[in-house]
Every structure is written in C-alpha cells, then in structure tokens.
C-alpha cells in the first residue's frame, strides 16, 4: 500500500483515488484539467487548474465534507496520506 493519492478529472468529475477508493464530484464542465498541487493538508488541496479559454488560476478543494457525505470518516481516511499527486495516465 502506498500512501500517496491521486488528483485528477474526467469530463465533469473530478476524481480522487487512494486505497482502492475512487471519490467522484461534479466539476466545471470548463475544467480541461489539474495542473499542479500547491498544498495538501489533511483533507485541503491547494491547486492550480486549466479551464477552457481562462489562464492557470488556483483553486481549492475540501475533500472533509465530500467523505461524511459518503459517510466514510475523514480523520480515519485522510490521516493514511502522506502526498497527493495529479496524473492523467
């Protein structure tokens, strides 16, 4: 098991995977894609993201209430990542 997550989007989605988890919310339908991780700190990622026809801009994304809607305990999930990385493979 690593201890590293991934960042990344899919047409609307914005997918996050660790641990044989993949987390999925809705996005920009204008996001073409996550450029770089600025800040990760348990639960927060600072990052920069494309949009369609707009330059780089940074963005913010708070994973804590996406996990107690899906009713899996952020403290318990979050605290087994170390670093979050963007890929698009």
Do not use: C, H
């Amino acid at each position: 098991m690593t201890n590293e997550a991934i960042l990344s989007s899919n047409g609307n989605y914005t997918l996050f995977s660790f641990n044989g988890y993949v987390i999925r919310f809705r996005t920009s339908s204008k996001l073409e894609r996550y450029t770089k991780i600025l800040e990760w700190e348990n639960g927060y990622i600072a990052v920069t993201a494309k949009y369609k026809g707009l330059p780089e801009e940074e963005e913010y994304i708070d994973l804590v209430p996406i996990l107690e809607n899906l009713y899996i305990d952020p403290d318990e999930f979050l605290k087994q990542i170390e670093k979050v990385r963007i890929s698009y493979d």
